[in-house]
């Protein structure tokens, strides 16, 4: 699930390049290794915090560069001024400031390479229209969280500039209540605690997350165990699937797929940390309720109005696919 205004993205590219010595200024020094990026590039990357050496972000282009493995992470590279589409929204709020709705499975937060149309972006500006502010110079909505594409559930986005900065902030301080429902292979022991671990890409493949001893980011989820299916397989064991409620206390990149399968406890239909296979009956019960992604619904959203200072709190419900899974793994 990638839920932060940070530059990591499924569709983002990664480059990487061993630097020998240090020394001299990181920026000219990453600049001699990267030569396809600019220099003022390299320094925007840092800024953005784009750039880590050996698995810890680096921020300071004036710094002296130390040797170590270097990794850039470059955004998509998509148009400026994505078009208006009128695609249908669930709108759970809107004001002059902001808009709250309940993204379906299926859509991607903002145009990206293989996305570049039926987002949320582009929808927001054909429901927005002339509402929208120039936020960042060009009129459209400001996204500052994000959702994954396959995951459902309660978004909020800027209409102004004022809301956009306070909704930054807010996420940025981690001053959000964000609450999902997972359904997951087995379940995680205890049955309810904190998982607190450092997060960043996997030194074998770039495009996936993982739990790491050294570097990464600090990542800190809630979770309780509300109900269990199936007869575990082996005695003792863990229960054939469960639903769980997470709260995340920071929003890393697929914080919660890579949390709960680190527990032992993939999402199930989730076709990048889903490790292992599910119990025949629940392979069966995926098949039969036409889940096609992994199961994981943003189903809580609660922040302070950025404007208004009003408490706001929005639930919804997982979608009809989540629904039926879970009736159907209740039979097992």
């Known amino acids: 699930m990638s839920d932060e205004p940070l530059i990591e993205d499924e569709d983002a590219t990664v480059l990487e390049a061993r630097l020998e010595t240090g020394g001299m200024r990181l920026d000219k ?36 560069a130390q040797p170590g493995l270097y990794s850039v992470v470059l955004p998509p590279v998509v148009s400026a001024t994505p078009s208006p589409e009128a ?47 120039g936020i960042g110079g060009v009129a459209r909505p400001g996204i500052v969280h ?12 800027a209409k102004t500039d004022r809301a956009h900065a306070g909704l930054s902030a807010l996420f940025a301080a981690h001053d959000i209540e964000r609450t999902y429902i997972a359904l997951t292979r087995g379940a995680p022991s205890p049955a309810k605690g904190r998982v607190e671990t450092l997060i960043g890409r996997s030194s074998s493949d770039r495009k996936k997350m993982a739990v ?20 575990p397989v082996k005695a003792g064991g863990a229960p054939m699937a469960a639903r769980i409620a997470c709260t995340l206390h920071t929003g890393r990149t697929h914080q919660i797929r890579v949390h709960l399968a680190s527990m032992g406890a993939p999402i199930l239909g989730d076709p990048v940390y889903g490790s292992g296979s ?8 995926i098949a039969q309720s036409g889940l096609a992604r992994q199961a994981l619904h943003a189903a809580i959203l609660g922040f302070v109005h950025p404007v208004s200072g009003e408490p706001l709190r929005f639930e919804t419900p997982p979608p009809p696919d989540m629904d039926r899974l879970e009736r159907l793994l209740e039979a097992l």
Do not use: W
Request: charged residues 20%; contains cysteine; neutral net charge.
């Open 146 to 157: 994000r959702l994954d594409k396959d995951t459902s559930g309660v978004m909020v986005a």
């Open 212 to 231: 790491l001893r050294n570097g990464g980011r600090n990542a800190i989820t809630d979770y309780v165990v509300e109900s269990v299916f199936g007869r």
């Open 29 to 64: 020094a990453l600049a001699g290794v990267f030569p396809d990026l600019s220099r003022a590039r390299l320094q925007a990357l840092l800024a953005e915090g784009a750039v880590s050496r050996d698995g810890m972000g680096v921020s300071s282009g004036s710094a002296k």
């Open 87 to 133: 695609i249908p929204l669930t709108v759970l709020f809107e004001d002059g400031d902001l808009i709250v709705i309940d993204k379906p499975a299926g859509m991607a937060a903002h145009p990206a390479p293989g996305n570049e149309t039926g987002t949320l972006v582009n929808a927001l500006l054909a429901h927005c229209g002339a509402s929208l502010s």
């Open 278 to 285: 599910p119990a025949t009956a629940v392979r069966a019960a």
